[in-house]
């Protein structure tokens, strides 16, 4: 099975950290969520990926091979960023076309399927398009490029709550029919969580987490209750995070629960909550 390896991967400018020494494995038949803050290092470990930056120290190979400067490896890796990159004044349908020069296996009749499926104009300049239906069109392009390895950062910035219900089936149908791996870095956690199978999180740069997803979510719980008795409850334990509001408190724990009293409540977190408690609390997310 195809993979993608990220050796100790470390970007660095104007001597800040984007990167610090980033290790993971990514395997064609899995969807990954890539997830973090805002300036946590996503965007930057996408970019080198494609090779639209280059990283300070580390490799990214694929099958074993580096593939940097390496145009016959970064054929079969797709990246879809947040920026545009697309000239504004082209038309959808010429960058359908177009695409095709470079990816090799670029479905035409696919793309223009989505965006009929969408309601998108191929008529249409990039720059004439909303900020969704950017977004949208970007996405077409990346699902129909015939690649193995397709990151999608921020896929649904601008896109409304039918478009995006829309796109996470086609993601799982593409994904069924393709087996191509998709990493989808997104702040909509809790809506794409039941796509993920596997969960990286950065925070500041470094890699905090590398788990499949059930097992991370299971790796903490949430305690709830009068304030008094949540913290008492806390001490001595690993404390991610702890939010008060009048008399009552609650707590997300490292661990699994033991010994709660019947005066607090106990539940699981979703996704969402739990980065917000790996990386810094709410005031952070």
């Known amino acids: 099975m195809s993979k993608i390896e990220i050796q100790s991967l470390t970007k660095r400018y104007r001597g800040k950290t984007a990167l610090d020494g980033v290790s993971l494995s990514i395997a064609k038949g899995s969807i990954y969520g890539l997830l973090g803050r805002n300036g946590a290092g996503k965007t930057t470990l996408v970019n080198m990926v494609?090779?639209?930056?280059?990283?300070?120290?580390?490799?990214?190979?694929?099958d074993g091979e580096n593939v940097m400067e390496n145009d016959r490896l970064l054929r079969r890796i797709y990246c879809m960023g947040a920026?545009?990159?697309?000239?504004?004044?082209?038309?959808?349908?010429?960058?359908?076309?177009?695409?095709?020069?470079?990816?090799?296996?670029?479905?035409?009749?696919?793309?223009?399927?989505?965006?009929?499926?969408?309601?998108?104009?191929?008529?249409?300049?990039?720059?004439?398009l909303s900020t969704g239906y950017r977004t949208i069109a970007k996405v077409i392009f990346a699902m129909s490029s015939g690649a193995e390895f397709i990151f999608l950062d921020e896929p649904t910035l601008g896109v409304d709550a039918n478009h995006r219900e829309l796109l996470y089936r086609l993601i799982l149908e593409r994904f069924e029919q393709t087996e191509a791996a998709f990493i989808i870095s997104t702040h909509l956690i809790d809506e794409c969580a039941g796509l993920f199978e596997r969960c990286f999180v950065i925070r500041d740069g470094k890699l905090i987490a590398d788990e499949d997803s059930d097992s991370l979510r299971r790796s903490c719980y949430l305690v709830?209750?009068?304030?008094?008795?949540?913290?008492?409850?806390?001490?001595?334990?690993?404390?991610?995070?702890?939010?008060e509001v009048g008399s009552l408190c609650s707590a997300c724990i490292k661990g699994e629960a033991e010994d709660v009293p019947d005066s607090l409540e106990i539940s699981q977190p979703t996704l969402q909550q739990l980065l917000i408690a790996m990386t810094g609390g709410e005031n952070n997310a």
């Open 50 to 62: 494609g090779n639209r930056d280059f990283p300070t120290s580390g490799k990214v190979l694929l």
């Open 83 to 128: 920026d545009d990159l697309i000239p504004a004044y082209m038309r959808v349908r010429d960058v359908i076309k177009s695409t095709k020069f470079f990816y090799k296996d670029f479905d035409c009749e696919y793309a223009e399927k989505l965006c009929g499926q969408f309601g998108l104009d191929m008529k249409k300049r990039m720059s004439q």
């Open 224 to 243: 709830e209750g009068k304030t008094v008795d949540v913290d008492s409850y806390i001490k001595g334990r690993e404390v991610l995070t702890r939010s």
